[in-house]
């Protein structure tokens, strides 16, 4: 059977890199779907926009700095918008991100081929090119998939739990069977006490379990060559960006509250006024549109201001087009919509919500600097004060300046439970860099047409939700010990 021979690599220095056939044919698949795409691209260029520019000679090491130039922006976005992921993305969603990243790459290439040629090239070439890489990607995406779970059996799986048994759940409702065939469901003490009971495993996960009891599953399954997916607690996203040294001759690792460099700030307010400006100037047309839909609606006010934190806990009001009834909190409860099932919301104010178009007038709270372009979503003092009597480490999240998206909005979603957001907030925060940031921009632009990434929480619901019981335990734990000091 193809998955399971191996092909072997000799690397410089004579080593050997020993891989399954199948990964090696899924690596020439991804190599020739960027040729593919690259020659696409490559046809316009030496059949038409060559052309446009008769008095520039274009020799060998021309042509190629251009073609790379596209193949570094093509494979950049692919990374970005996981357009490779064969093994846990359906087949439509591959396609999407695929037609993401031809559209942006074409349209970057396009406009330095304006600048070539001093002005502004015939487009109706470009969008032949992109009319057959999408073709190319749709037939890329069907035969990849094909071919991967013809020949890949689904690893043996073991879902290892303390709380929040929802692994085996989440993997069915992903359709993530083809990739782990989920044999047992444990709980922690079950299995440290016979560990030998995931001989035959393949792959584990690993959730809600405190982490003296996980580190042993872990060493056991790392010892036996078992793969890991770990669901990590707070102290672990802490950690991830902890800093590597050596004191007293001894490997350790420094934790500190997020404290950037001048630089890093310098650079990362002046990308925050610079995009913010050009982003209102292009979307003006749409804003003066949308005002007047909701006024033209019911007569209330454009805008809905609300009080939010940002960094350091510092409360501003936070501006948004009005999306819900005038009267939508007249009770004084402050209540997370429920998603197409509130009834508060207008009728303009469910298509604005579906398109994002809600959140544009924070571009004037970028611009005036309580907000920046990435970072944690603020939060309203009513609900993060609920979320910290039963998650106090909920607090982290103001070590930065809120933001209009960021890592928690682009990879979750917005019923997502306050204690993964937090856990994806402190990851950003703990590796924040400017590179990080123009990353999560263009991933943004993935999540606006996707309908479950607007998903409203469960009727009512306004506490942390779904906290692991070690996490929770632990965190209440703290609370009484520091209210006994």
């Known amino acids: 059977m193809l998955k399971k021979l191996y092909v072997h690599i000799i690397l410089l220095g004579g080593n050997v890199l020993r891989i399954t056939k199948l990964d090696f044919v899924i690596r020439l698949f991804k190599l020739f779907n960027v040729l593919l795409m690259t020659a696409a691209f490559g046809a316009s260029w030496f059949l038409y926009y060559l052309d446009c520019m008769p008095g520039v000679k274009y020799y060998r090491l021309g042509h190629v700095a251009v073609l790379g130039l596209y193949i570094f922006f093509y494979i950049s976005f692919i990374r970005i918008y996981n357009g490779f992921h064969i093994s846990v993305s359906r087949i439509s969603e591959m396609i999407y991100s695929q037609i993401l990243a031809v559209l942006i790459s074409d349209g970057i290439i396009y406009l330095v081929i304006c600048m070539l ?9 470009g969008l032949a090119v992109i009319a057959v890489q999408i073709i190319i990607s749709i037939i890329w995406s069907f035969v990849s998939h094909k071919v991967y779970f013809k020949f890949n059996t689904p690893r043996r799986t073991a879902v290892i739990y303390d709380a929040g048994d929802d692994m085996k759940m989440l993997i069915s409702e992903y359709g993530l069977e083809k990739k782990f065939d989920v044999q047992l469901v444990l709980k922690d003490d079950e299995c440290i006490d016979n560990l030998d009971v995931l001989i035959g495993i393949q792959t584990v ?89 909701i006024k033209l609606c019911d007569g209330g006010p454009v805008f809905y201001k609300q009080c939010r934190l940002t960094k350091d806990g510092k409360k501003f009001n936070v501006l948004k087009f009005r999306s819900m009834r005038v009267d939508a909190e007249k009770d004084g409860v402050a209540r997370l919509s429920t998603g197409d099932k509130d009834d508060r919301i207008t009728p303009i104010g469910k298509i604005i919500r579906k398109c994002r178009i809600d ?21 309203r003092p009513e609900i993060a004060a609920q979320y910290e009597e039963v ?9 930065v300046k809120a933001g209009l998206t960021g890592y928690a909005q682009v990879y979750g979603k917005y019923n997502t439970t306050p204690y993964d957001k937090l856990q994806m907030d402190l990851m950003y925060i703990a590796r924040a860099s400017l590179l990080k940031d123009l990353e999560l921009m263009f991933a943004t632009i993935k999540i606006l047409f996707v309908s479950e990434s607007t998903e409203g929480v469960a009727d009512g619901q306004i506490t942390a939700g779904d906290i692991p019981t070690a996490e929770a335990e632990d965190s209440l734990k703290a609370i009484k010990e520091k209210q006994n000091i």
């Open 117 to 125: 040629c001093f002005g502004f090239p015939n487009i109706l070439p």
């Open 391 to 399: 998650l106090p480490e909920f607090r982290l999240r103001l070590q």
């Open 205 to 293: 996960f690993i959730t809600g379990i405190r982490s003296s009891k996980r580190n042993v599953i872990l060493k056991y399954c790392i010892d036996n060559g078992i793969q890991v997916y770990l669901k990590p607690r707070v102290g672990d996203a802490i950690l991830y960006g902890a800093y590597q040294t050596q004191l007293f001759h001894r490997a350790v690792l420094r934790a500190d509250r997020h404290s950037p460099s001048p630089e890093y700030v310098f650079c990362k307010r002046f990308m925050d006024i610079v995009l913010s400006l050009v982003v209102l100037i292009i979307i003006s047309p749409i804003m003066l549109l949308t005002a007047l839909s």
């Open 359 to 379: 959140e544009f007038p924070q571009l004037l709270n970028i611009l005036s600097g309580s907000m920046s372009i990435v970072g944690p979503r603020p939060e």
